[in-house]
């Protein structure tokens, strides 16, 4: 199938939210990520969310180019025309954008859209992610505001984020946040619903001590309560349909029982980058280790890799209840 659709998005979306399970946002950086991601969707017959991030741009543009739209763009639409050959939907995302690099990455891309879209084109990616959780709430809320009605102009999806995810991810370092930033707080997510709601469509990343990373078990503490009781807070006051769209960041390493758990209170998409790309590092290094003498033909390390990503998203697709559901040729 060709890359989901806005409306086969949405569908996808809606599905998920009403079946009690998620999709796995896996990100990839390179065509060997990329096919592994796509395999490991297929294989289970699981629909999918791609992601990209500034880092991967910059990585897949080349050492010498270093320009994170460019290889967006080009990973992007490579994307596309390999998505086409398998039959399960994949929908492109990009992952965290901070404030300052809205107008270096996020803007060029939704133009990007705007510009394929004019001419006739489908869009280039499905929804973005604007991590503006370094700014005082109501500044990331102005922020959210302005960007998810340049997304909804485009039929794209806004997810953002309210309190901080621990950890580290693209050279951002939370490790010595205040513990409470790591816990959004009920009067936050009615905060953020009271800003969004019907400007257009959007995700919510609200934190419950996740942190990015893989950690030994017990190291983290994850309060899923917390989306519940946020949730509550916000039907409580304005009905059903004001349930979030919630996404869980950090989710290498996180035991299958506390995954489940947050799929009952309105997760829809679970971002995995760290154990993914362990299993591309740990399939070359054990091909090496395997094949000392040999090594320099690399074609064999590579498909090993290809599916050492595969394996890993499709246990993701087992944890996240959407094996087996893809909405492929049902839309
Ligand atoms: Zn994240």
């Known amino acids: 199938m060709p890359i989901a659709t806005p409306k086969q998005y949405a569908a996808m979306l809606d599905a998920a939210q009403a ?7 896996v990100n990839v950086a390179s065509l060997v990520t990329l096919n592994g991601a796509l395999k490991g969707f297929a294989d289970r017959k699981s629909d999918g969310i791609v992601q ?8 897949a543009s080349g050492l010498n180019v270093k320009d994170m739209v460019l290889g967006t763009i080009v990973l992007a639409e490579a994307a596309h025309r390999l998505a086409a050959k398998y039959d399960v939907l994949i929908a492109l995302h990009t992952d965290h954008c901070q404030p300052r690099k809205v107008d270096s990455f996020l803007r060029p ?19 973005h992610m604007l991590d503006a959780s370094e700014l005082p709430l109501a500044e990331n809320i102005k922020l959210s505001k302005e960007l998810l009605r340049e997304c909804a102009k485009n039929e794209l999806v806004l997810e953002v ?40 469509r959007y995700m919510f990343a609200a934190t419950f001590g996740n942190v990015h990373g893989h950690y030994k078990p017990g190291a983290v503490k994850l309060r899923p309560d917390i989306l519940k009781r946020g949730q509550e807070a916000v039907m409580a006051k304005y009905g059903k349909d004001a349930e979030f769209d919630l996404v869980f960041h950090g989710g290498s390493g996180t035991p299958v029982e506390e995954i489940r758990e947050t799929l009952g209170y309105g997760v829809v998409k679970m971002n995995i980058d760290t154990d993914t790309q362990y299993a591309f590092t740990r399939a070359v290094a054990d091909h090496i280790f395997r094949n000392y003498g040999g090594v320099l033909k690399i074609d064999g390390e590579m498909k090993a890799a290809e599916k050492g990503v595969a394996e890993r998203l499709g246990q993701a697709c087992d944890d996240l209840l959407s094996s087996g559901k893809t909405l492929c040729g049902k839309l």
């Open 19 to 25: 079946g009690g399970y998620a999709y796995a946002g």
């Open 52 to 59: 990209l991030s500034t880092g991967s741009g910059e990585f």
């Open 109 to 127: 891309l939704i133009a990007e859209t705007a510009r394929r879209r004019a001419a006739g084109l489908a869009n280039l990616f499905q929804s």
């Open 161 to 200: 984020e309210a309190g901080v995810v621990g950890g580290e991810e693209d050279g951002v370092d939370h490790s010595h946040q205040p513990r409470e930033k790591l816990y959004t707080s009920p009067e936050d997510m009615l905060a953020v619903h009271e800003a969004l709601s019907g400007l257009g």
